[in-house]
């Protein structure tokens, strides 16, 4: 964990020499450096962050600053979830929060503590696919596939939440997941068979 | 982004005490705007403070009206089956916002802080009023084409960007906010300013006030709709919007209340309209009269000229669909 960070050693002396005054102020949930440090190094100590992710709990730290995408891909090696645009423009990026889709990218990984996770490599069952996963893949439901976990994420919630009755309701409420290549008939194609089909998403 | 201290408040008042304590903290909640704003260096907080974890998230009825708590989410609110019956504009209005996944996360709180989407408010390359106070309008010298066309000044021409909240003006909303020391409501058309010369404040929020809940008064209203244009289909912001909410008897219409998106600093309420319709018979006629009032005192910038045409259309079309 975070082995490329040039400034790791600078960054472990403060965490140790600060977990006695963590362990005094224990309600406090940050580990905060002396206050005599340079402000960049002091000011922002790690953060203590548990999560289950894809039925898997994680105990972690992370700095504040770290979105819930750049902790999966960056500090997890969970890259199956996509950094398309990184403002929520995009969908590329789309999770499940404790069953609710969302856009990772403009989420703070220590926001979610306590929660459940479940990104696109947490949706099969073993070796056996999704139904939505199927469907995409029958439907041709991608070309270049970048935006493709995003896009399976949030119509597998489309589903769940009850919107994707017919295809005008399928785009409104996949509109927040954009394809460039322009996949999107196969992909309301897919959503109407899953939907279709009855399967429990 | 620039990083920062987090804190995770416990109660309201440990929140309020933190953001009085820190001078530069902003409170957060969905983020959605916040983190947005920091990751291009538009917003710096050295302080963080997280109230998602605050009581502030149910959804009351009584004789009185309905009471939302700020922490609601989005998408919380528009499936809510109390006001999808009895407050449908509200419903419209923020299923007509954002994407499913930014619902999923926007509180109702956070979706009335959100600041404009103006490029050169969100460029930090770009002079920006309200951004930096004294570095300049961008927007009135340059594309334009997004921004106010009522109530801006020289200072400012940007616009909210919100739909819940032209719906919730419509709806004679009032706001509840708290800080350490008291509670006050604010009537939720003076929630928001005009930019004048101070476009960096976008509403009347004192520091270390968080707003806490809205309530929406129970009404007669019999008839509404909230009509958005925008580039596409979905997932845009407004070019204009119009919420219309009226109470009709008999084909005429006795009270009316209009409020527009898109055009201002704050949405746009449409009190001299709303008097005009009071007492009217439906007709196309009548819509159209009314349109042409509400644009009379409309100022365009080089761009946006078409706001005006555009603005009378949606008010005829929000009118029509409300009462078919």
Redesign the interface.
Known sequence: MDKHKPNESRRNFLKNSTALAALTFAPI??V?AAENDDK?AS??EK?PLQLEINGELHKLTV???V?LLDLLREQLNLTGTKKGC???QC?AC?VHVDG????SC???A??NNGKKITTIEGLANGEKLHPMQEAFIKNDGFQCGYCTPGQIM?AV??IR?G?ANNPAEI???????ICRCGAYPNIVDAITEVKKGGQTV | ????????ATSTKAATDARVKNASSEF?AG??NL??L???GVAGP?T?I?I?GLPLKQVTTDATGITIGALALN?DVTENAIIKQKFPLLSHALNAG?????R??ATVGGNMMQRTRCPYFYDIALPCNKRQPGSGCGASEGYNRMHAIFGASEKCIAVHPSDMCVALAALNATVQVSDSKKARQILFTDFHRLPGDNPEQDNNLQTGELITSVHIPTNNFNKSYYLKIRDR???AFALVSVAVALEVNNGIIKTASLAMGGVAHKPWRLTEVEKFLSGKSISVDVFAQAAELAMANAKTYEHNGFKIKLGKAAIIEALTKANA
């Open positions: 949930a940050f905060k960049i000011l922002f953060v700095e504040p600053r979105t990184d403002h929520g969908g789309t609710k889709r969302i856009n403009l989420s703070l220590v926001m949030s919630c489309c939440e919107h785009r409104e409420y996949m509109s927040g997941n | 982004m620039i990083n920062f201290d987090y804190i995770k957060i983020g959605t983190v947005d920091m990751k291009r050295e963080l997280d998602t998408s954002a994407s499913a996944q930014l999923n996360m289909a979905s997932y």
